[in-house]
């Protein structure tokens, strides 16, 4: 049970991990970020959270962005980084004192002033956001904390980085927030597709099983008539890459057993 923390720019989650923090009676999910250009990641990511939020009692909201997601083109990565989230939420009012921003790969010697500086900068120049963008901001204005850019995987900066964000900020009931997980119109089409697919072979697998059912007798032969035999080839190539290997298991056992009768 632990967050892995990449002292580069690379995302290292991909599923969420689970954190217990026993002293504080805690527990914090690390989860997959926003801007994941890999399809199947975000749907993976939408279900995650969504399923997080639904089965905890109550929450707190940690956004993470870079400080050069601040820093550099105005806030732009920022920005999108804030619609996200806000995206996510029916509503935003009953987040305003649950949500911090923690600015990540922060450069040595810069403090909270500077960056909540920069980001209300943010805030003065883009006249162009949604009024629940720049509420969002405002919110997370409220509780700012920085994790300093690591040296290397193993030396951590010294921080009470978690004491700071859970002293600044108060839990929402699980029934006042209204998740509303997004997905980008390429993750929605692909969704469906997958759904359809889905479908289809669960039609196909069900489809055997009743035609078993119906011809017994040709479930217990050895031989190609068998029609777990015929539906093999198949069946076999909707299992996940890592695991096709089995086919080869499979046919030489068959192939055994049928020489051996």
């Known amino acids: 049970d632990s967050i892995r923390i990449s002292h580069n720019k690379t995302a290292e989650t991909k599923i969420p991990n689970k954190c217990k923090i026993t002293d504080q009676q805690l527990v914090v999910w690390d989860c997959p970020g926003f801007n994941d250009t890999d399809i199947v990641q975000e749907i993976a990511n939408s279900f995650y959270i969504s399923k997080l939020i639904s089965t905890s009692k109550q929450l707190k909201f940690v956004l993470v962005a870079s400080e050069s997601d601040i820093d550099n083109n105005r806030g732009v990565n920022f920005v999108s980084l804030v619609d996200q989230l806000v995206n996510n939420f029916k509503t935003i009012t009953s987040l305003k004192t649950s949500v911090s921003l923690v600015i990540s790969h922060a450069t040595a010697g810069r403090k909270v002033i500077h960056l909540k500086k920069s980001?209300?900068?943010?805030?003065?120049?883009?006249?162009?956001?949604?009024?629940?963008?720049?509420?969002?901001?405002?919110?997370?204005?409220?509780?700012?904390?920085?994790?300093?850019?690591?040296?290397?995987?193993?030396?951590?900066?010294?921080?009470?980085?978690?004491?700071?964000?859970?002293?600044?900020?108060?839990?929402?009931?699980?029934?006042?927030?209204?998740?509303?997980?997004?997905?980008?119109?390429?993750?929605?089409?692909?969704?469906?597709?997958?759904?359809v697919t889905s479908s289809n072979n669960l039609t196909q697998v069900l489809d055997t099983l009743n035609n078993a059912i119906k011809d017994c007798n040709n479930c217990?032969?050895?031989?190609?008539?068998?029609?777990?035999?015929?539906?093999?080839?198949?069946?076999?190539?909707?299992?996940?890459?890592?695991?096709?290997?089995?086919?080869?298991?499979?046919?030489?056992?068959?192939y055994d057993k049928k020489y051996d009768s």
């Open 119 to 195: 980001v209300e900068k943010i805030l003065e120049e883009n006249k162009s956001l949604s009024t629940d963008t720049k509420e969002m901001i405002e919110y997370l204005l409220k509780s700012v904390h920085l994790f300093h850019k690591p040296t290397s995987e193993d030396i951590l900066p010294d921080s009470k980085l978690l004491s700071a964000i859970n002293s600044s900020t108060d839990f929402v009931l699980n029934d006042k927030v209204g998740a509303n997980m997004a997905l980008s119109t390429k993750a929605k089409h692909y969704a469906e597709k997958l759904l």
């Open 220 to 254: 217990l032969t050895i031989d190609n008539n068998n029609i777990f035999v015929k539906s093999y080839d198949q069946f076999y190539k909707w299992l996940p890459d890592n695991i096709q290997k089995l086919k080869t298991t499979y046919t030489t056992k068959y």
